[in-house]
């Protein structure tokens, strides 16, 4: 079994910053990639961020340029680092990794999300 366990998140005031942090533990072999998805009321959930095992990244059009992921595979554990927040940003923010697990095979595994709010 693997667990993704994300931290981090809460209320920030619009031009603010966070940080949220999804550390996988469990049966976990290596990683593929990593990525973060957020998911608002009444939205379907949408892709904010991915990074591969070797640290290529790719960015939602909405977050390019203010939002940066990043990861330590010494920690199994993936960052966002989020700046300049608009209230748009306000979602449950998801962790998501492709996982070569002990055992298992290949599996793709979601964190419980975390809530941002952006608001004054």
């Known amino acids: 079994q693997v667990q993704l366990v994300e931290s981090g998140g809460g209320l920030v005031q619009p031009g603010g910053s966070l940080r949220l942090s999804c550390a996988a533990s469990?049966?976990?072999?290596?990683?593929?990639?990593m990525a973060w998805f957020r998911q608002a009321p009444g939205n379907e959930r949408d892709l904010v961020a991915t990074?591969?095992?070797?640290?290529?990244?790719k960015y939602g059009d909405s977050v390019k340029g203010r939002f940066t992921i990043s990861r330590d595979n010494a920690k199994n554990t993936v960052y966002l680092q989020m700046s300049s927040l608009k209230p748009d940003d306000t979602a449950v923010y998801y962790c998501?990794?492709?996982?070569?697990?002990w055992g298992g095979g290949r599996v793709v595994y979601w964190g419980q999300g975390t809530q941002v709010t952006v608001s004054e």
């Open positions: 998501n990794a492709d996982i070569n697990t």
């Open positions: 469990g049966s976990v072999g290596s990683i593929n990639y």
């Open positions: 990074i591969t095992s070797g640290g290529s990244t």
